[in-house]
């Protein structure tokens, strides 16, 4: 059974960092492509970070520069380092797996940024 467990979320105010972690189990982890996905209220799901298998990134326009993204095949982690947080960037934010065949998806983790 596939797992992908986020952590990391909170409350923190604009300006600030936070770290999501998505730890998977139940699959084989370099060979999927992982990504952060984040959903806003009343908005649709959004590609936010993708860091292939092979290690190349993509980012959303609305956090290049202020966001990165790194994976740890031994430990069956992927990161998504947040900087520069804006109030926009609230929301529930979603690791995935995907190889091309199976999808997965964690849980989701809120993210809210607020002064």
């Known amino acids: 059974q596939v797992q992908l467990v986020e952590s990391g979320g909170g409350l923190v105010q604009p300006g600030g960092s936070l770290r999501l972690s998505c730890v998977a189990s139940g699959m084989i982890f370099s060979t999927y492509n992982m990504g952060w996905y984040r959903q806003a209220p009343g908005k649709q799901r959004e590609l936010v970070a993708v860091?292939?298998?092979?290690?190349?990134?993509i980012f959303a326009d609305s956090v290049k520069g202020r966001f990165t993204i790194s994976r740890d095949n031994a430990k069956n982690t992927v990161i998504l380092q947040m900087n520069s947080l804006k109030p926009e960037d609230r929301a529930v934010y979603y690791c995935n797996g995907n190889n091309g065949q199976r999808n997965y998806w964690g849980q989701g983790t809120q993210v809210t940024v607020s002064s």
């Open positions: 860091i292939t298998r092979g290690g190349p990134t």
